[in-house]
């Protein structure tokens, strides 16, 4: 099982905000939209960055209140400094990725291009869909049912 599965079961959806936007637009964005984070694009829609519910707390820490003057650029995960997947990439290797580098979120890349992004929860769910298939094969071929 790879990348490509699981971007697939979520129908694709990434949410981004503008590079230019302020963190007050993006934390509503996040909210509205249920997720933990956001990849930030240019004008054009090449990733810039990603910024999660953790930067945004990191942040207020250090200024209270300033939420309507910092933009999403002044707080985001370059590009540069992103730890990418490839639709490609096996399940688990992702997994121990992200554990390696303690994120939770990751955008897939393919040629260059934003494919979608995945959290671990999303990584987690399809590992434990891969074993109930696979406890639902063997105990079909242990019972004789195959």
């Not at 300033?66 to 490839?86: E, Y």
């Not at 939770?104 to 995945?118: E, K, N, S, T």
């Amino acid at each position: 099982m790879n990348i490509a599965s699981i971007i697939g079961d979520k129908g694709g959806r990434v949410v981004k905000v503008s590079v230019n936007a302020l963190l007050a637009e993006c934390v509503q964005v996040l909210n509205d939209s249920r997720v933990g984070a956001v990849l930030v694009v240019d004008d054009s829609g090449n990733l810039k960055g990603i910024l999660s519910e953790r930067d945004i707390l990191w942040t207020l820490a250090k200024h209270p209140g300033g939420i309507n003057q910092i933009s999403v650029s002044q707080v985001m995960t370059p590009a540069h400094k992103l730890v990418t997947a490839a639709p490609e990439d096996p399940i688990a290797s992702v997994m121990q990725r992200m554990s390696d580098h303690h994120i939770r979120h990751l955008p897939v890349i393919d040629g260059g291009r934003i494919a979608g992004i995945i959290s671990i929860g999303d990584v987690v769910k399809a590992l434990l869909d891969l074993t109930k298939t696979e406890n639902e094969h063997l105990k079909s071929y242990v019972a004789g049912n195959y």
